[in-house]
């Protein structure tokens, strides 16, 4: 059943026949020493409902270990009128672990803002709007603060539903996001960013999750991408360790 409903959640964006439609699909490795390895193949699908409104589907599956669904969630993101670099996010996440029988439900909402930067994304026919352009070194790209409800599944007959939001240990979340550019020459843009959420996973707000994000555009609308990032763990111990990876690279399509 989570299968179904993890499909209907990306198939019921396809209708949506807005201004912007834009899929990405990307091949990802997470490994954690002493718990999991395993590989993830990730697809999404954003859409623009109207000027103010559009939305977003994500559906991850694993391979290696844990294979079927790991995971899908639903978003939507408003804009503002007057505030046309504030929005305002709110969705739903499953995430489940089938060689472990568990699975973890959310519900989120953040705020994003977008700092007005010298950046130059590839627009019109060629790359002529970021040719010869000096690179812009260490700005702030996104910034995102919000919380977020995690409600753990470990009952073996239910850990695959994702409608439980009730019962058991279920614990509120600080979310943050905070996204810096390294640079960018022509069309390639790296990033830095340090985050506990993406739309298909939330992690403890302690564990400073970091990472770096490298993008390519082959041409205005097709873009590759390529990311890797990790964890601290033992922090107030300060017995600090790295023990998780998680690297993905993909492609991207907007029009």
Request: hydrophobic fraction near 40%; include cysteine.
């Amino acid at each position: 059943m989570s299968k179904h409903i993890g499909c209907c959640l990306i198939y019921l964006l396809l209708p949506l026949y807005g201004t912007t439609l834009i899929p990405e699909v990307s091949l990802g490795y997470r490994g954690e020493r002493g718990v999991e390895a395993k590989g993830i193949l990730g697809i999404g699908l954003q859409t623009e409902l109207c000027r103010f409104l559009s939305l977003e589907g994500g559906f991850a599956g694993s391979f290696i270990q844990h294979n079927g669904v790991s995971g899908y969630a639903v978003k939507g993101k408003l804009s503002f009128p007057n505030l046309k670099r504030l929005s305002f996010n709110i969705g739903l996440a499953h995430n489940q672990w089938n060689d472990w029988q568990a699975g973890e439900n959310s519900i989120f909402s953040l705020f994003f803002f977008q700092p007005d930067i010298n950046s130059c994304k590839p627009k019109g026919s060629g790359f002529a709007t970021c040719q010869g352009r000096v690179p812009y070194i260490l700005q702030p790209d996104i910034i995102g603060l919000g919380v977020s409800w995690r409600q753990p599944v470990f009952d073996p007959s239910r850990f695959t539903q994702p409608w439980i939001y009730t019962g058991g240990p279920g614990e509120w979340n600080l979310l943050y996001l905070f996204q810096w550019q390294l640079f960018q020459i022509n069309n390639i843009k790296a990033t830095a960013e340090l985050s506990n959420y993406n739309l298909l996973e939330i992690k403890n707000p302690q564990q400073l999750p970091f990472g770096f994000r490298v993008r390519y555009w082959l041409s205005p609308s097709l873009e590759l991408f390529l990311g890797c990032r990790t964890a601290i763990n033992g922090l107030s111990t300060f017995l600090i360790s790295f023990p998780e990876l998680h690297g993905d690279i993909g492609v991207k399509y907007g029009r």
